[in-house]
């Protein structure tokens, strides 16, 4: 049995990379085997983003690390051409990475300023009435080209936006990959759990009403989005909403430490191919 990567590995995405994904992190990688300490990520000729490659990579360093301290058999196979690793590599990795990063609770203390700096993000029933356009991202399409047409509608739509014709709902139907895109991109009023969690964090917890300046990012591509309208929902006080506040809080925590712990990785390996960032000091608790 094969998994694409665990848990921990998807995260390293995260981790490997701070902030949206530039044009050159979307870029066709090279059509040269890249690899880890020989290990490699892509067989030659193969047609992958620098962001899945960097994934790859990420995953890979991990594996050989838990290999390495003694959690996965040295005979586990390496992954595939498609970046799948076994279930064996998945499951050590996990264990490795519990071991190497312990990361403490978070504090009262911690919590409770977190909780009053982020009020927005604590409240419930909060809604935003949307529409987009999406640039879907699917095998074989140029993504840089594909991010080029989408910041070419991004500039055009916010440029006709409040100047009387709907501009936005043109484009939607013209361009969108979204079956939306017939009625002009509209997605209705939708709550946090009605979308993805990285467009989720995009929309919810902010007062921004128009077409955001920016592309979202999210699994299923790039998407110029505009919010009509906005209901804010009611706040909720620390005590109730304490274990969301933890939780957000281990996250920050975990996404920070895993990234360095990456970093003294790749700054060991021997790494060809692919951009990582690198460290020579240890991981710091």
């Not at 499951?91 to 009020?119: K, T």
Request: proline residues 5%.
């Amino acid at each position: 049995m094969h998994n694409e990567c665990s848990s921990s590995a998807c995260a390293c995405a995260a981790a490997s990379t701070s902030g949206p994904v530039s044009a050159s992190a979307c870029a066709p990688a090279d059509a040269a085997v890249s690899s880890i300490n020989g290990i490699p990520l892509n067989a030659a000729g193969d047609s992958i983003s620098a962001e899945s490659l960097r994934q790859r990579a990420c995953t890979e360093l991990l594996r050989q690390a838990a290999m390495r301290d003694g959690l996965l058999d040295a005979a586990d196979p390496v992954p595939g051409s498609d970046g799948a690793i076994s279930e064996a590599a998945s499951l050590a990795i996990e264990a490795w990475l519990e071991r190497a990063l312990n990361l403490p609770d978070p504090s009262e203390e911690a919590c409770r300023r977190h909780h009053a700096a982020n009020p927005a993000r604590y409240r419930t029933g909060e809604r935003v009435n949307v529409r987009h356009i999406l640039f879907a991202v699917a095998p074989g399409v140029d993504v840089v080209a594909l991010r080029q047409r989408a910041e070419a509608c991004l500039l055009d739509v916010r440029c006709h936006d409040g100047s009387g014709a709907d501009g936005f709902a043109k484009a939607a139907g013209e361009l969108s990959n979204c079956p939306s895109g017939a009625q002009g991109g509209d997605l209705g009023w939708l709550a946090a759990t009605d979308c993805a969690p990285e467009l989720a964090r995009e929309l919810f917890g902010h007062v921004e009403v128009g077409v955001l300046p920016r592309l979202v990012h999210s699994r299923f591509g790039l998407h110029v989005v505009e919010v009509l309208a906005r209901e804010p929902g009611v706040a909720q006080p620390f005590e109730t909403v304490r274990g969301a506040v933890e939780m957000a809080l281990r996250q920050q925590t975990y996404v920070a430490a895993l990234r360095q712990c990456l970093q003294l990785l790749a700054g060991e390996a021997v790494i060809e191919g692919v951009e990582l960032d690198a460290a020579d000091t240890p991981l710091v608790q």
